[in-house]
T-cell receptor
Framework: GAGVSQTPSNKVTEKGKYVELRCDPI?????LYWYRQSLGQGPEFLIY????????DSGLPNDRFFAVRPEGSVSTLKIQRTERGDSAVYLC?????????????FGAGSRLTVL | AQSVTQLDSQVPVFEEAPVELRCNYS??????LFWYVQYPNQGLQLLLK??????LVKGINGFEAEFNKSQTSFHLRKPSVHISDTAEYFC?????????????FGAGTTVTVRA
């Protein structure tokens, strides 16, 4: 598509529930990224995919967080047993993956609220 | 690791007045530098970037920034703002090399333009 698309735009859930957030990157972009933006802060890196594989998942805060990209396009961020501290805007970005200065294009984000 | 400090959390400014948003960074390696803008309920949009070459970088919407290596700064300026420039602005850096996808963001500066 023309831009990075994220769904849902807003998600309200209860503590302990399971949540999935979806990202559809720019067509042809091989690299995909998830960032998390907590209230009053800048975005923080979570995970980077090159194709279907997670090339760097060092930013995932704990094992409740998991992400997949099975066909090298759409990605899903999965959060198990949600906690109130998981409330944030989850941003997805993509790039063409060429070496030499990756420039990321971000989606509008999925705002997650855990009650 | 890199860190970014945006020295002003909020900047009120009158329409047609100039604005400067200050950004300082810390890094043990050479970095690329970016400014992103986030309009209400929208994703992060790249304003400009410094990769190499001339230290004065021009971006979209009349913004420019100057990279000062000795002062580790990358301040953003616009000579005359419009109401539509009301938004949150984020400075970010990434390490040059294989991990250049790992952006470190500042906490953001909220610019409010008043008539």
């Amino acid at each position: 598509g023309a831009g990075v698309s994220q769904t849902p735009s807003n998600k309200v859930t209860e503590k302990g529930k399971y949540v999935e957030l979806r990202c559809d990157p720019i067509s042809g972009h091989t690299a995909l990224y998830w960032y998390r933006q907590s209230l009053g802060q800048g975005p923080e890196f979570l995970i980077y995919f090159q194709g279907t594989g997670a090339a760097d998942d060092s930013g995932l805060p704990n094992d409740r967080f998991f992400a997949v990209r099975p066909e090298g396009s759409v990605s899903t961020l999965k959060i198990q047993r949600t906690e109130r501290g998981d409330s944030a805007v989850y941003l997805c970005a993509s790039s063409d993956g060429r070496s030499g200065a990756n420039v990321l294009t971000f989606g509008a984000g999925s705002r997650l609220t855990v009650l | 690791a890199q860190s970014v400090t945006q020295l002003d959390s909020q900047v009120p400014v009158f329409e047609e007045a100039p604005v400067e948003l200050r950004c300082n960074y810390s890094s043990s390696v050479s970095v690329y530098l970016f400014w992103y803008v986030q309009y209400p309920n929208q994703g992060l949009q790249l304003l400009l970037k410094y990769l190499s070459g001339s230290t004065l970088v021009k971006g979209i919407n009349g913004f420019e920034a100057e990279f000062n290596k000795s002062q580790t700064s990358f301040h953003l300026r616009k000579p005359s703002v419009h109401i539509s420039d009301t938004a949150e602005y984020f400075c970010a850096v990434s390490p040059i090399g294989a991990n250049d996808y790992k952006l470190s963001f500042g906490a953001g500066t909220t610019v409010t333009v008043r008539a």
